[in-house]
């Protein structure tokens, strides 16, 4: 045989290395499986968003300590940094925002929806049973070129070199997204900007220069004698101070009476004494400055004043 035919011929097939999968390894994964599929399902059924958020986040914070056992740390940093840091955050924000009621609503807003939610589920069983059904098994290719080099030098090389085009449009379609965003949620000032100063001076010269009382507090305004509202739209006694209301009842009765309180058995409290009534000390101070005297025992005015005029004449006359 010449050399020429020697080279010619057939090369032996390579054998393929086969690299065995660790105990340690398979129990991590049908671990991490088994609680990813049981959280997708919590996603599924809860009838909360809160806690459908919380057990999405479990599945995605499994898929990245799975990508951590299969040697790649950035697709693990990159599945915690911004699917779990930022979508579901984002989701959360959402939920918190609009608020979620506590009455479970059990009325179907769609109809029918719970039987294309069967059809389309029947659907996907189908496509992945046909599918796994039909799967080729080959020698695995190109394996060890691709471990061969480190996983960050190697994605970044794939990044900008080879999808570098679609790196570049896949970052002006966000920036322009992020500006669109900005475009609609900006508001054209049609005025000039009010100031604290100019909102406080309204806000004085206004018919309420306080603070309104919240609503359904207090029943007309906020006073402190003033009964709460409870739901039903009844006021509450009980929120009233009890010395308030004793004092509001103490004076309602003086007020009903109309009877001074300084004359008790007939006899009157000396001016400045400590039964001396406010009633009585209002009184005596007006009846000072119109000029007709104090008020005495009998409440009219002058009553313990000298009598004059036709009382000296008389008593002159009976002399005389």
Same mark, same amino acid.
């Given at each position: *045989?010449?050399?020429?035919?020697?080279?010619?011929?057939?090369?032996? &097939?390579?054998?393929? #290395?086969?690299? &065995? !999968?660790?105990?340690?390894?398979?129990?991590?994964?049908?671990? $991490?499986?088994?609680?990813?599929?049981?959280?997708?399902?919590?996603?599924?059924? *809860?009838?909360?968003?809160?806690? =459908?958020?919380?057990?999405?986040?479990?599945?995605?914070? =499994? $898929?990245?300590?799975?990508?951590?056992?299969?040697?790649?740390?950035?697709?693990?940093?990159?599945?915690?940094?911004?699917?779990?840091?930022?979508?579901? *955050?984002?989701?959360?924000?959402?939920?918190?925002? !609009?608020?979620?009621?506590?009455?479970? =609503?059990?009325?179907?807003?769609? &109809?029918?929806?719970?039987? +294309?939610?069967?059809?389309?589920?029947?659907?996907?069983?189908?496509?992945?049973?046909?599918?796994?059904?039909?799967?080729?098994?080959?020698?695995?290719?190109?394996?060890?070129?691709?471990?061969?080099?480190?996983?960050?030098?190697?994605?970044?090389?794939?990044?900008?070199?080879?999808?570098?085009?679609?790196?570049?449009?896949?970052?002006?379609?966000?920036?322009?997204?992020?500006?669109?965003?900005?475009?609609? +949620?900006?508001?054209?000032?049609?005025?000039?900007?009010?100031?604290?100063?100019?909102?406080?001076?309204?806000?004085?010269?206004?018919?309420?220069?306080? &603070?309104?009382?919240?609503?359904?507090?207090?029943?007309?305004?906020?006073?402190?004698? *003033?009964?709460?509202?409870?739901?039903?739209?009844?006021?509450?006694?009980?929120?009233?101070?009890?010395?308030?209301?004793?004092?509001?009842? =103490?004076?309602?009765?003086?007020?009903?009476?109309?009877?001074?309180?300084?004359?008790?058995?007939?006899?009157?409290?000396?001016?400045?004494?400590?039964?001396?009534?406010?009633?009585?000390?209002?009184?005596?101070?007006?009846?000072?400055?119109?000029?007709?005297?104090?008020?005495?025992?009998?409440?009219?005015?002058?009553?313990?004043?000298?009598?004059?005029?036709?009382?000296?004449?008389?008593? #002159?006359?009976?002399?005389?």
């Amino acid at each position: *045989m010449s050399p020429l035919t020697a080279l010619a011929a057939p090369l032996p &097939p390579a054998v393929p #290395e086969t690299v &065995p !999968i660790g105990g340690g390894e398979t129990a991590a994964f049908w671990a $991490l499986a088994t609680i990813m599929v049981l959280a997708a399902l919590g996603v599924v059924f *809860m009838r909360k968003p809160v806690y =459908s958020a919380l057990l999405l986040a479990v599945v995605m914070i =499994s $898929l990245a300590v799975l990508y951590g056992i299969q040697q790649a740390p950035f697709l693990m940093v990159v599945q915690i940094i911004v699917y779990t840091g930022a979508v579901l *955050m984002l989701f959360l924000f959402v939920v918190m925002l !609009i608020g979620v009621s506590s009455a479970d =609503s059990l009325v179907e807003t769609l &109809p029918g929806q719970r039987v +294309a939610g069967a059809l389309i589920a029947l659907g996907f069983v189908a496509m992945l049973v046909f599918g796994l059904t039909d799967v080729v098994v080959g020698d695995p290719a190109g394996l060890g070129a691709a471990g061969g080099e480190q996983n960050l030098p190697a994605l970044a090389g794939q990044l900008f070199g080879q999808y570098v085009i679609a790196f570049e449009a896949t970052g002006a379609l966000l920036i322009t997204a992020v500006l669109g965003a900005l475009v609609l +949620a900006f508001r054209e000032r049609t005025g000039p900007k009010v100031t604290q100063r100019q909102l406080s001076q309204v806000r004085i010269r206004g018919p309420h220069p306080s &603070p309104l009382p919240g609503p359904g507090t207090y029943a007309r305004h906020n006073a402190i004698d *003033m009964p709460a509202l409870l739901p039903d739209g009844s006021t509450s006694e009980l929120s009233v101070n009890p010395v308030l209301a004793a004092r509001a009842e =103490s004076a309602g009765r003086a007020t009903a009476s109309g009877v001074d309180l300084q004359v008790r058995a007939g006899s009157s409290a000396a001016p400045g004494d400590a039964s001396d009534s406010t009633e009585a000390k209002e009184a005596r101070a007006e009846g000072e400055e119109t000029g007709t005297g104090p008020v005495g025992a009998a409440g009219a005015p002058g009553a313990g004043e000298p009598r004059g005029g036709n009382d000296s004449d008389e008593t #002159e006359g009976g002399v005389r």
